[in-house]
C-alpha cells in the first residue's frame, strides 16, 4: 500500500475461476490474494490516469421499449 494514506476495505464478486487464479498467483508468491488485487488495481488505474472513459466495453442496461 501508498505508505502514508489511508486505507478502506471493499468487497468485490468474483468468478470462481478469477479468485482461484488469484490464489494460485498468491500462493505461488507467498503474497495474499488481497496483495494481487490490491496490485491489479493499482496497476489499471496508473496506466488510465486522467482518462474519463473505461478501456472495456460495459454492458448497458436493456433500453425501456416505447409504447
Do not use: C
Request: hydrophobic fraction near 40%.
Amino acid at each position: 500500500m501508498e505508505s502514508g494514506r489511508k486505507s478502506v476495505r471493499t468487497s468485490v464478486m468474483l468468478p470462481e475461476r478469477a479468485y482461484e487464479r488469484i490464489q494460485a498467483l498468491a500462493n505461488a508468491n507467498d503474497v495474499s490474494a488481497a496483495w494481487v488485487i490490491r496490485q491489479a488495481i493499482l496497476k489499471f488505474l496508473g496506466e488510465h490516469d486522467g482518462k474519463r472513459e473505461l478501456p472495456i466495453r460495459t454492458p448497458r442496461a436493456p433500453q425501456a421499449k416505447r409504447p
